[in-house]
């Protein structure tokens, strides 16, 4: 697999030229983070409202499709063997098999669309920023309401109404902060680039 940092993302852009070495470095630091945004946690029943989802998109619009997907893959296998690193501190690959693996499972296909949205200018503007990471919300929503209701064997309307609908408004706010970042992050970026010139 490729670790190259694609120049069309923010952090490609910012920290260009990137070697192999630090792209992994980047893989890692970022599979921290979600890990350290899955310990916000809301408890609301059997899902809980946490910072995962947040930090998973945001990680795909930063680094791209590829170093993101890898970034929140890595995430999964380091909960997955048992540091606590899922939410609440939970971790184990017991996880998987509860009412958020659907979650978990959908979250490097979610980074992965992100991030390719990113790398075609989608994180450039504010607009465009919200509608790609609602996208990979999206992608998240469908895998856990999906296995939710295979779960534990609830019609997928009544599935919905537990493990979408809950969600929703704390998602549009998760959406609206990270989309802010993005642009805000390239015109910072550029007047950085214009001020060495």
Same mark, same amino acid.
Not at 39 to 58: D, K, N, R
Not at 108 to 128: C, M, Q, S, V
């Given at each position: 697999?490729?670790?190259?940092?694609? =120049?069309?993302?923010?952090?490609?852009?910012?920290?260009?030229?990137?070697?192999?070495?630090?792209? /992994?470095?980047?893989?890692?630091?970022?599979?921290?983070?979600? &890990?350290?945004? &899955?310990?916000?946690?809301?408890?609301?029943?059997?899902?809980?409202?946490?910072?995962?989802?947040?930090?998973?998109?945001?990680?795909?619009?930063?680094?791209?499709s590829?170093?993101?997907?890898?970034?929140?893959?890595?995430?999964?296998? $380091?909960?997955a063997?048992?540091?606590?690193?899922?939410?609440?501190?939970?971790?184990?690959? /017991?996880?998987?098999?509860?009412?958020?693996?659907?979650?978990?499972?959908?979250?490097?296909?979610?980074?992965?669309?992100?991030? &390719?949205?990113? $790398?075609?200018?989608?994180?450039?503007?504010? $607009?465009?920023?919200?509608?790609?990471?609602?996208?990979?919300?999206?992608?998240?929503?469908?895998?856990?309401?999906?296995?939710?209701?295979?779960?534990?064997?609830?019609?997928?309307?009544?599935?919905f109404?537990?493990?979408?609908?809950?969600?929703?408004?704390?998602?549009?706010?998760?959406? =609206?902060?990270g989309?802010?970042?993005?642009?805000?992050?390239?015109?910072?970026?550029?007047?950085?680039?214009?001020?060495?010139?």
């Amino acid at each position: 697999m490729s670790t190259d940092v694609r =120049a069309d993302t923010l952090m490609g852009a910012a920290l260009a030229p990137l070697d192999s070495t630090r792209a /992994v470095g980047l893989v890692i630091v970022f599979s921290l983070f979600i &890990a350290a945004s &899955a310990q916000f946690v809301i408890p609301i029943g059997t899902v809980p409202i946490t910072g995962q989802t947040f930090a998973v998109l945001l990680t795909g619009a930063l680094l791209g499709s590829r170093l993101g997907a890898a970034a929140v893959i890595a995430y999964l296998i $380091e909960g997955a063997v048992g540091l606590p690193f899922f939410a609440g501190g939970g971790g184990g690959i /017991v996880r998987f098999f509860g009412p958020t693996g659907g979650y978990l499972v959908a979250f490097p296909a979610a980074a992965f669309i992100t991030g &390719a949205f990113a $790398e075609h200018g989608w994180d450039k503007r504010y $607009e465009t920023a919200v509608a790609a990471m609602a996208i990979g919300s999206a992608i998240i929503f469908l895998g856990g309401w999906a296995w939710y209701a295979v779960l534990t064997n609830t019609p997928p309307l009544a599935a919905f109404k537990l493990a979408v609908l809950p969600f929703l408004v704390g998602d549009v706010i998760k959406i =609206a902060l990270g989309a802010a970042v993005l642009p805000t992050g390239w015109a910072l970026l550029k007047r950085k680039a214009s001020g060495k010139q």
